[in-house]
T-cell receptor, first 111, second 112 residues
Framework: TQLLEQSPQFLSIQEGENLTVYCNSS?????LQWYRQEPGEGPVLLVT?????EVKKLKRLTFQFGDARKDSSLHITAAQPGDTGLYLC???????????FGTGTRLKVLA | DADVTQTPRNRITKTGKRIMLECSQT?????MYWYRQDPGLGLRLIYY???????NKGEISDGYSVSRQAQAKFSLSLESAIPNQTALYFC???????????FGPGTRLTVL
């Protein structure tokens, strides 16, 4: 059973545009992580959010954890071709170190 | 040198064969994980281990088994491979309260 749904599944945009990726669930998570994966490689952690309503920024990327800790969003400002990749969210269940991954959003930024 | 290594990187095998995928880490982490990745399904947890004597089933453990030979080594076995086990397999390690997971480069397995 897939507990984390990501939208959109695919996104192709021009360089300089803004975008938002969503990660939604009916379950509450003790923490949520965002990863980026490039072809031929394993996912690499971008950020971990642990508090409801928390907002974290990583250069042009802004991550938000929902107040109820059931959802999260990733906003990219002025996307660049180097942002191209598969973005995955992952939620930790009940304070454990066991993560459920989302379905992924494949982003392509065109120059 | 990579902190998390997986061997082999690619493997093609036939239905019914026994396959072992190996994972080694130099990060000194206690927690290790095996995931499989299929298009449109993200990563799904197969097995995880929080120390050498602790092995736990994940979401999709049927048809798989694991062995934690040492803190640094965690192997995944397919006792009798079937075509729907064709996928990309990742090993990961983690530690600490924020639990950053460090992934290996993956093994692409094809079962014919």
């Amino acid at each position: 059973t897939q507990l984390l749904e990501q939208s959109p599944q695919f996104l192709s945009i021009q360089e300089g545009e803004n975008l938002t990726v969503y990660c939604n669930s009916s379950s509450v998570f003790s923490s949520l992580q965002w990863y980026r994966q490039e072809p031929g490689e394993g996912p690499v952690l971008l950020v971990t959010v642990v508090t409801g309503g928390e907002v974290k920024k990583l250069k042009r990327l802004t991550f938000q954890f929902g107040d109820a800790r059931k959802d999260s969003s990733l906003h990219i400002t002025a996307a660049q071709p180097g942002d191209t990749g598969l973005y995955l969210c992952a939620g930790a269940m009940g304070g454990t170190y066991k993560y459920i991954f989302g379905t992924g959003t494949r982003l392509k930024v065109l120059a | 040198d990579a902190d998390v290594t997986q061997t082999p990187r690619n493997r093609i095998t036939k239905t019914g064969k026994r396959i072992m995928l190996e994972c080694s880490q130099t990060k000194g982490h206690d927690r290790m994980y095996w995931y499989r990745q299929d298009p449109g399904l993200g990563l799904r947890l197969i097995y995880y281990s929080f120390d050498v004597k602790d092995i736990n089933k994940g979401e999709i453990s049927d048809g798989y088994s694991v062995s934690r030979q040492a803190q640094a080594k965690f192997s995944l076995s397919l006792e009798s491979a079937i075509p729907n086990q064709t996928a990309l397999y990742f090993c990961a390690t983690s530690e600490g309260s924020l639990d950053t997971q460090y992934f290996g480069p993956g093994t692409r397995l094809t079962v014919l």
